[in-house]
């Protein structure tokens, strides 16, 4: 991601009068990675101070683009620091990473404005039959995700996460389980947006499909392919909604999905409630609708989609055709950079970081060169959609 920021950013210096002059901080251990020709590299050591030394350069700069996860409060922080010095963040503000950082927050934001999402709530240890997601609250990809089907499954990753938790006597700490979160393991195509976002508007730049391997109850990202789905139209609704949901959000966003077909000659039956047990009902305290709240909304939703639905599944002479019709849920929102965006230009040749400057003072100017399908390989480590 650095990597093809830099890219773009050298891109838009040789058609630029005024160039930009570029500052990079990095770790010590990925010095040798890229080309620096004609960039001011800081290195960063372990005897150094890192929030020292990014304050100190944050202040020598106009724009400051972080690149880092949310875990942790990592990007809140860097994002806040930019914003308490008073420089220009080309990135989503540390209110909206607060929220879409979360993602109990981020549910909560998006169930708010009807927006359908995958549901989420606090993990605890009891069981529930199916097939769930367990992740931390805060976690970037399948870093530290499972998939958990039996009794067995819970109670392990509950011991597991709980002496995660336990301090150097033996004694829990607080917030123990309540730093991860369980998801309905919703089955579907797993495809991601790559957008830019300004005050309540969304700009779509790309549609792309994720591919995973699931290897010990772990998904592996294996692959991304950018610009799959050349036809933005059908996702520019879903964006309008998000960017209404979460003004916050600024910049490049890259936004998670499932989405699962249902064939057009069945399109009037019931939607499938088998994702989503009793035992999601809520605690006190908590947010998930109850079970009964979850089947009232699915049903309203399932009738208001009849019409469109049929209408879908017409030919021009009114007779119903065969095909597929995609029920869509958000999964993730993501405020910065991701594994998608270093394929954009190499599929549209649209230049991101300078779409992104544009949105300083304007729109950005999205024009792409040509539109084709590119392949990202990824880092097996972990997932940044």
């Known amino acids: 991601m650095r990597n093809a920021l830099l890219d773009n950013l050298t891109r838009l210096n040789q058609t630029r009068s005024n160039r930009l002059e570029i500052t990079v901080m990095m770790d010590w251990r990925l010095n040798d990675s890229a080309s620096m020709t004609g960039i001011n590299t800081v290195i960063i050591r372990p005897e150094h101070d890192i929030a020292e030394e990014f304050s100190r350069l944050v202040r020598q700069c106009d724009l400051v683009w972080p690149i880092a996860p949310e875990f942790d409060g990592i990007l809140q922080n860097l994002c806040q620091m930019v914003e308490s010095i008073g420089k220009i963040l080309l990135t989503s503000p540390a209110t909206a990473v607060a929220i879409a950082g979360n993602k109990l927050k981020t549910y909560e934001r998006l169930n708010q404005h009807h927006i359908a999402a995958v549901p989420t709530r606090i993990f605890d240890d009891d069981y529930s039959p199916g097939e769930w997601m367990v992740k931390p609250v805060d976690g970037v990809g399948c870093a530290d995700s499972y998939v958990l089907s039996t009794r067995q499954d819970f109670e392990r990753m509950a011991t597991q996460k709980g002496h995660d938790c336990m301090d150097a ?217």
């Open 169 to 385: 006597g033996g004694r829990a700490m607080q917030g123990a389980i309540a730093e991860y979160v369980i998801q309905p393991h919703l089955q579907g195509a797993k495809n991601s947006l790559s957008c830019l976002f300004k005050q309540g508007r969304g700009w779509l730049v790309s549609a792309n499909l994720q591919r995973f391997e699931l290897i010990q109850q772990q998904y592996h990202l294996t692959g991304i392919v950018v610009n799959h789905h050349p036809d933005l139209g059908r996702y520019q609704p879903l964006i309008d909604k998000i960017a209404r949901a979460l003004p916050e959000l600024w910049g490049y966003v890259g936004i998670d999905l499932i989405e699962s077909d249902h064939d057009c000659m069945a399109a009037t039956a019931p939607v499938s409630l088998a994702a989503f047990p009793p035992s999601m009902e809520v605690r006190s305290g908590g947010t998930m609708p109850r079970t009964g709240e979850i089947e009232s909304r699915l049903e309203r939703r399932s009738r208001v989609m009849q019409g469109a639905i049929a209408d879908d599944c017409m030919d021009a002479g009114g007779r119903a055709m065969q095909g597929a019709i995609a029920e869509t849920w958000v999964l993730e929102i993501n405020p910065r950079l991701t594994t998608s965006f270093v394929g954009i230009y190499d599929a549209l040749g649209i230049n991101i970081a300078e779409a992104v400057l544009q949105l300083v003072h304007g729109e950005p100017i999205l024009n792409p060169a040509y539109n084709r399908p590119i392949t990202v390989q990824a880092q097996q480590e972990s997932h940044a959609s």
